[in-house]
């Protein structure tokens, strides 16, 4: 399975970013996809995930500024990110989990696409 994210750049404080990300060559089903940002010196930490039933789960550190959404025909996910804060300066990774016939899960990583919010 190959991630292919888009819409990083460098954004003023309180601007908005959307983010998105499509997954090609997956044989099975995608169960989760999401994002994860890593900024320097910090671990990767979850941002944002939505299962293909549409449930989500959000970072505290972004409820209510930041919204997932996908497009399970697609295998699409997006992120809208509103009144964007410098400490959301990080490189954001998108991801998925597939899961096989046999109920056997793979996680899939996009190749990170930075965001930069200036104060």
């Known amino acids: 399975v190959q991630l292919q994210a888009s819409g990083g750049g460098l954004v003023q404080a309180g601007g908005s970013l959307r983010l998105s990300c499509a997954a090609s060559?997956?044989?099975?089903?995608?169960?989760?996809m999401g994002w994860y940002r890593q900024a320097p010196g910090n671990q990767r930490e979850l941002v944002a995930s939505?299962?293909?039933?549409?449930?989500?789960n959000y970072a505290d550190s972004v409820k209510g500024r930041v919204t997932i959404s996908r497009d399970n025909a697609k295998n699409t996910v997006d992120l809208q990110m509103n009144s964007l804060k410098p400490e959301d300066t990080a490189v954001y990774y998108c991801?998925?989990?597939?899961?096989?016939?046999?109920?056997?899960?793979?996680?899939?990583w996009g190749q990170g696409t930075q965001v930069t919010v200036s104060s």
């Open positions: 060559g997956s044989a099975f089903s995608i169960n989760t």
């Open positions: 991801y998925c989990r597939e899961i096989t016939a046999r109920g056997t899960f793979y996680v899939y």
């Open positions: 939505i299962s293909s039933g549409a449930s989500t």
